[in-house]
Nanobody, 124 residues
Framework: QVQLVESGGGLVQAGGSLRLSCAAS????????MGWFRQAPGKEREFVVA????????YYADSVKGRFTISRDNAKNTAYLQMNSLKPEDTAVYYC?????????????????WGRGTQVTVSG
């Protein structure tokens, strides 16, 4: 069992930056691939980025490539999402999730554990 808690969301102007954190409970954090998803009002939840259990492999959605960076610190049981050059279309609730899949899973069904989300609002 893994419990995930996101933090770091907020209101930022377009072009600004935010760093989201995802703190995980349990001693097995380092065995899970971690992903970030987001859901804007009226839209389906979508994949943003994933990192493998070791941190060696990452995969980004085209919409955030070059602007967002995922990382993880297994000693601290925490994953991070650094978001730069934010755009109004990045406005959404951001969720972190943990998967037992190998590599960098990209679909919702591959993730077993989910946080409650943190709101990111980018003003234009």
């Amino acid at each position: 069992q893994v419990q995930l808690v996101e933090s770091g969301g907020g209101l930022v102007q377009a072009g600004g930056s935010l760093r989201l954190s995802c703190a995980a409970s349990g001693r097995t954090f380092g065995t899970y691939a971690m992903g970030w998803f987001r859901q804007a009002p009226g839209k389906e939840r979508e994949f943003v980025v994933a990192v493998s259990w070791s941190g060696a492999e990452t995969y980004y959605a085209d919409s955030v490539k070059g602007r967002f960076t995922i990382s993880r610190d297994n000693a601290k049981n925490t994953a991070y999402l650094q978001m730069n050059s934010l755009k109004p279309e990045d406005t959404a609730v951001y969720y972190c999730a943990a998967s037992t899949r190998i590599g960098v899973p990209r679909i919702i069904a591959d993730y077993k554990y989910w946080g409650r989300g943190t709101q990111v609002t980018v003003s234009g």
